[in-house]
Nanobody, 120 residues
C-alpha cells in the first residue's frame, strides 16, 4: 500500500492550493482519511479528517478556509486550501486507515508529505 501526496508548492498569502493524496495497492477498504501538517520545530498536527461516511473534522485554524473531500472510486483524499497565510507553511501529510485484502483490521498509512510554502 502506498499513499502518494501531491499539490504542494509556493503560493502568495491569500492564495489557494489543492492537495491530493491517492492510495494504491492491494486495498480492500479505506476508512478514515485525513491531512496533517508539520512546520519546522513543531509537532505534527491534524488539519482535517473525513470518515468513510463523509463526516468531516477540522482544526480551528482550518475552519472556513480549508475543505477536505474524498473520491471513493479513486481512493483519493483532497484538501482545498484557500486564503492561505504564512503560518500555514508546513509539510502536509496525508493519512488513511486501510484494510488490505490480507488484513482483518484497518491500519494507518502515511503519505510522504508535500511542502506548502506561503510568501507574505
Amino acid at each position: 500500500v502506498q499513499l502518494q501526496a501531491s499539490g504542494g508548492g509556493l503560493v502568495q498569502a491569500g492564495g489557494s492550493l489543492r492537495l491530493s493524496c491517492a492510495a494504491s495497492g492491494s486495498i480492500l477498504s479505506i476508512s478514515d482519511m485525513g491531512w496533517y501538517r508539520q512546520a519546522p520545530g513543531k509537532q505534527r498536527e491534524l488539519v482535517a479528517a473525513i470518515s468513510f461516511g463523509g463526516s468531516t473534522t477540522y482544526a480551528e485554524f482550518a475552519k472556513g478556509r480549508f475543505t477536505i473531500s474524498r473520491d471513493y472510486a479513486k481512493k483519493t483524499v483532497y484538501l482545498q486550501m484557500n486564503s492561505l497565510k504564512p503560518e500555514d507553511a508546513a509539510v502536509y501529510y496525508c493519512k488513511a486507515a486501510i484494510r488490505r485484502y490480507s488484513d482483518s483490521n484497518y491500519y494507518d498509512y502515511w503519505g510522504q508529505g508535500t511542502l506548502v510554502t506561503v510568501s507574505s
